[in-house]
């Protein structure tokens, strides 16, 4: 694919809490759909670090199909991603969807998400490409490999070389999984690109039940790590339950992945 050589040749250090993130490949980052509160975080983060993740996820910024679903507080959450983050010492992943949030979000969060539904999103890409933070870009849910790829070059080309891209399924004629997990596209990228390739099992299935399996074969499709959602008690997750995993299943796929090392 022209202009896309680069993704061939830079050499992706991306450093997060000043460690190279990807020291202990698959890295895995897990953590509730969103940040419900103080108390309920701490005790996720506590446990996910427990279980051996190497960060934690939780959405602050959350961007919700329906405007009847849960809508998230935004800066509250911020604040409680601070203070969780200080205590239990895991570097946080968390969505971003607003170019205007970028600034004040970069001072706290250590991996900046872009969300499938902003992967278009060229003032945020922009945005993001100003600052020195690493990004996980996520697919968006239609796109193909060659827009995904360009997105990515919008941040690195602005002058942010640190970008990491997740695939979380895209849309095709089977509804009944929430999505299709498109594997044969990070054997692909690990293949023929040098940029870190995440994988979410949890989106990409949207089935707490595949979540396990998907995990694996994942891992065994050259994932450079996993992003899943886990929560101390998933039916009460406030967004996306039904997806959601126990921190004994997290345990599970944690203890098999590092096992087959
Ligand atoms: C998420 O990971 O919190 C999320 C909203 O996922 P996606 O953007 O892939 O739908
Ligand atoms: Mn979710």
């Not at 061939?8 to 509160?37: L, Q, S």
């Not at 329906?66 to 895991?90: A, D, H, T």
Request: aromatic fraction near 8%; charge should be neutral; hydrophobic fraction near 40%.
């Amino acid at each position: 694919m022209e202009n896309l050589t680069a993704l061939k040749n830079i050499k992706f250090d991306i450093d997060v809490m000043g460690m190279d993130f990807f020291r202990n490949k698959p890295v895995i980052i897990a953590g509730p759909c969103c940040v419900e509160g103080y108390k309920v975080y701490r005790d996720i983060a506590l446990k996910v670090k427990e279980a051996g993740a190497s960060a934690l996820r939780g959405g602050a910024f959350k961007v919700r199909t329906s405007p009847f679903e849960f809508q998230s507080m935004e800066y509250e959450e911020l604040k409680i991603i601070k203070e969780v983050k200080q205590e239990v010492g895991l570097p946080v992943v968390s969505e971003v969807s607003d170019p205007r949030d970028v600034e004040k979000a970069a001072d706290i969060i250590d991996i900046i998400q872009i969300g499938s539904r902003n992967m278009y999103n060229y003032s945020l890409l922009k945005e993001v490409s100003k600052t020195n933070i690493p990004v996980m870009l996520k697919r968006g849910m239609a796109a193909s490999l060659k827009e995904w790829l360009y997105a990515a070059m919008y941040i690195i080309e602005g002058g942010n070389k640190k970008v990491m891209l997740c695939e979380r399924g895209i849309r095709t004629f089977e509804n009944t999984t929430k999505n299709t997990l498109d594997l044969n596209t990070v054997a692909l990228i690990r293949e023929e690109y040098n940029i870190p390739i995440i994988v979410d099992p949890s989106h990409g299935t949207g089935n707490r039940d595949l979540v396990y399996n998907i995990s694996l074969a994942s891992i065994f499709a050259g994932a450079s790590g996993l992003m899943i959602e886990a929560h101390t008690n998933p039916d009460s997750s406030f967004s996306d339950k039904e997806q959601t995993i126990s921190i004994e299943t997290l345990k599970l796929i944690i203890d098999r992945i590092n096992s087959l090392r």
